[in-house]
C-alpha cells in the first residue's frame, strides 16, 4: 500500500481481554516503531524494531505488552489482560533508514484501544 | 532525559493571522527535530524535518526554525486558514534513535 496501515481502526475491550493490534508498514521499510498516545497527550514511544530485530523495548509499560516482527515486515503490538489505563490511541510508524536521523517516520492512523 | 514541551497549549485565531508555536527541548544532543499535524481521530502528518545541522526549513505557508544550542524551534504559519485547524506536535530524534514528542498545541482558525 501507499501507506502505514493498521488495524484494527477501533477496539473495545473488556478489563482482562487480550488485544493485538496490527501494523503494516511501507513496502521496504526497514524500521518500525510503535507509539502509545493517551487522550490529550503527545506520543510515547513504545519499542522500535529494525528489520526483524526488536533493538529497543524500553517504552513498553509492563511485561503485559509484547511486539513482534517475525519477517521484518507486518508487525503486531499484543497487551494481555488488558487495563483501563492501557485505553489509548497506538500508532505505528516507518521509515526507509536504518540509521536515526538520516530517515523521516510515515505514521499510520493508530488503533484506538478503549477498555471497559 | 530528554524533555519536550510546546506553548501555547491551544491557540485560536481569526483567518488570515499569522501565527508561531513554540517548542523546547531540555537536551541539545538531537539529530533532528520534526513538526506534525495530527487531525483529530487521525494519524501524523509529518509537516516539516529539520536536521541538526540546518537552522531553517520552509514549505509553503509554513516555515520551521531550530535553534539547537538554546533548545528551541518555532512553527511559522502565514495567512492562516480554516483547514490549518489541528493539533501540531514537535519532536525531537534523540541519538538514541527514539522520537521525543511534545504535548502539542491545538490550533482552531475561525473564519
Known amino acids: 500500500g501507499a501507506g502505514v496501515s493498521q488495524s484494527p481502526r477501533y477496539k473495545v475491550a473488556k478489563r482482562g481481554q487480550d488485544v493485538a493490534l496490527r501494523c503494516d508498514p511501507i513496502?521496504?521499510?526497514?524500521?518500525l516503531f510503535w507509539y502509545q498516545q493517551a487522550l490529550g497527550q503527545g506520543p510515547e514511544f513504545l519499542t522500535y524494531?529494525?528489520?526483524?530485530?526488536?533493538?529497543?523495548k524500553s517504552g513498553l509499560p509492563s511485561d503485559r505488552f509484547f511486539a513482534e516482527r517475525p519477517e521484518g515486515s507486518v508487525s503486531t503490538l499484543k497487551i494481555q489482560r488488558t487495563q483501563q489505563e492501557d485505553s489509548a490511541v497506538y500508532l505505528c510508524?516507518?521509515?526507509?533508514?536504518?540509521?536515526?536521523?538520516?530517515?523521516?517516520?510515515?505514521f499510520g492512523e493508530g488503533s484506538r484501544l478503549t477498555v471497559l | 532525559k530528554q524533555e519536550v514541551t510546546q506553548i501555547p497549549a491551544a491557540l485560536s485565531v481569526p483567518e488570515g493571522e499569522n501565527l508561531v508555536l513554540n517548542c523546547s527541548f531540555t537536551?541539545?544532543?538531537?539529530?533532528?527535530l520534526q513538526w506534525f499535524r495530527q487531525d483529530p481521530g487521525k494519524g501524523l502528518t509529518s509537516l516539516l524535518l529539520i536536521q541538526s545541522s540546518q537552522r531553517e526549513q520552509t514549505s509553503g505557508r509554513l516555515n520551521a526554525s531550530l535553534d539547537k544550542s538554546s533548545g528551541r524551534s518555532t512553527l511559522y504559519i502565514a495567512a492562516s486558514q480554516p483547514g490549518d485547524s489541528a493539533t501540531y506536535l514537535c519532536a525531537v530524534l534523540s541519538n538514541t534513535g527514539k522520537l521525543i514528542f511534545g504535548q502539542g498545541t491545538t490550533l482552531q482558525v475561525k473564519p
Open positions: 513496502s521496504g521499510h526497514v524500521s
Open positions: 537536551d541539545s544532543a538531537i539529530y533532528n
Open positions: 510508524a516507518s521509515s526507509p533508514s536504518a540509521r536515526p536521523g538520516t530517515g523521516e517516520l510515515f
Open positions: 524494531f529494525q528489520n526483524e530485530a526488536q533493538l529497543d
